[in-house]
Structure formats: C-alpha cells, structure tokens
T-cell receptor, first 114, second 114 residues
Framework: GAGVSQSPSNKVTEKGKDVELRCDPI?????LYWYRQSLGQGLEFLIY????????KSGLPSDRFSAERTGGSVSTLTIQRTQQEDSAVYLC????????????FGDGTRLSIL | AQSVTQLGSHVSVSEGALVLLRCNYS??????LFWYVQYPNQGLQLLLK??????LVKGINGFEAEFKKSETSFHLTKPSAHMSDAAEYFC????????????FGSGTQLTVLP
C-alpha cells in the first residue's frame, strides 16, 4: 500500500523567502508528525496533530514556523522568511491511534537555503 | 523528561560478525521503545518496537532487541552482519498518553566490512 508521501523531495530557495512543504499521510492514520533532521541537531520533533485535537506545537523553533492539517489528512509545514539555519531534511510521519502504534516516515524534503 | 543515549556514533563490524548497537533511555514513566534504520536519502524504516509485552523483541531483517528495565537499556543485535545492513540506526522513545512524539538518540552509523 501507499506510504507517507512528501513533496517536494528537494527545495532550494534564497534566504528570506517563504517555503511550503507538503505531507500526505497513510490513509486512515489519525496522527501526523513533523520532524527536522540536521547535522548539528539530529532528529528533532516539531509538531504533532491527532485527529481534531489542537496540535502540539511545542517543538516549533520560532514563530516563523507553522503547520496546518486540512480535513484530517494532508499537512503543510510553512517556514516564513527562511534563514540559513533552516537548512535541513524535514521528515513527516503518520501513525494509527494509540501510543504504541509505530510511526511511519516519508522520505523527507531536503531544504537548502542559499 | 525523557532522553535516549546511543553509545558509539560509528560502529564497524566484519560481514558475518555479531552486530551490537547500544541504546539507553531515561523516562519517568514506562516508555515505548523503537529502533529505526535510515538508508542514504531515505526516511526512517521501523525495525522493531517494544510496547510492554515480551521483553525480547524480534524485528525485520534478523534484528532483535531486549528491553532491560534494571539497566534502562534496549540494545539492538543481529547474530550475523550482512553488507546490506550498512546504514544509520536510531533508537527512539515515546511516552504513553497524549505526548506521543518520538525522542531520538543521536544515531549510530554501522559499517560492514567485507
């Protein structure tokens, strides 16, 4: 079956521009997560959506980062006024309900800020 | 707060030799524990998970891990390494309840020598 799909796979943009990253979770998965993977910081949690509940935004590094999930499915992570330190791989994961359900990851979006 | 420590950022083994990747966790409540593998330019693939059932957990590709509460460890092993096992391995922990985001270790790069 289809896994988690992320687009674009690569994004190069200039400092100061806004970017949008898209995630299509596995059908039927109610939970959706965004993580960031960078050389200096490893894998960091950004934001978590569960059903219709308010998202857990505790991992967002600044107010330039935001995310939404429309219709309980597709999610978009937006970074405004990008900085060079935003360069990283952004990974999306989804899972079924229940804390013991494993998260399934997409291949990520590699973001490079010039 | 919870954290994960992976001892050894790089591990090299000969093909056919035992693979042992170390993971220690700290958590104030009983955790869920996971091992993921990442191949170059790909997302994370689940190897196995511990969710408070059997302490010895078998995963894909011949890997297994043993949960030892007294040692707060969840080491990953494979009896005989294969060239295709060369990748980066991440140990991760999540809590039960509402906060289900994963906290990752810093990763161990496994090299398999011919």
């Amino acid at each position: 079956g289809a896994g988690v799909s992320q687009s674009p796979s690569n994004k190069v943009t200039e400092k100061g521009k806004d970017v949008e990253l898209r995630c299509d979770p596995i059908s039927g998965h109610t939970a959706l997560y965004w993580y960031r993977q960078s050389l200096g910081q490893g894998l960091e949690f950004l934001i978590y959506f569960q059903g219709n509940s308010a998202p857990d935004k505790s991992g967002l590094p600044s107010d330039r980062f935001s995310a939404e999930r429309t219709g309980g499915s597709v999610s978009t992570l937006t970074i405004q006024r990008t900085q060079q330190e935003d360069s990283a791989v952004y990974l999306c994961a989804s899972s079924g309900a229940g804390g013991n359900q494993p998260q399934h990851f997409g291949d990520g979006t590699r973001l490079s800020i010039l | 707060a919870q954290s994960v420590t992976q001892l050894g950022s790089h591990v090299s083994v000969s093909e056919g030799a035992l693979v042992l990747l170390r993971c220690n966790y700290s958590s104030s409540v009983p955790p869920y524990l996971f091992w993921y593998v990442q191949y170059p330019n790909q997302g994370l693939q689940l190897l196995l998970k511990y969710t408070s059932a059997a302490t010895l957990v078998k995963g894909i590709n011949g890997f297994e891990a043993e949960f030892k509460k007294s040692e707060t460890s969840f080491h990953l092993t494979k009896p005989s390494a294969h060239m295709s096992d060369a990748a980066e391995y991440f140990c991760a922990v999540s809590r039960s309840g509402s906060a289900r985001q994963l906290t990752f270790g810093s990763g161990t790069q496994l090299t398999v020598l011919p």
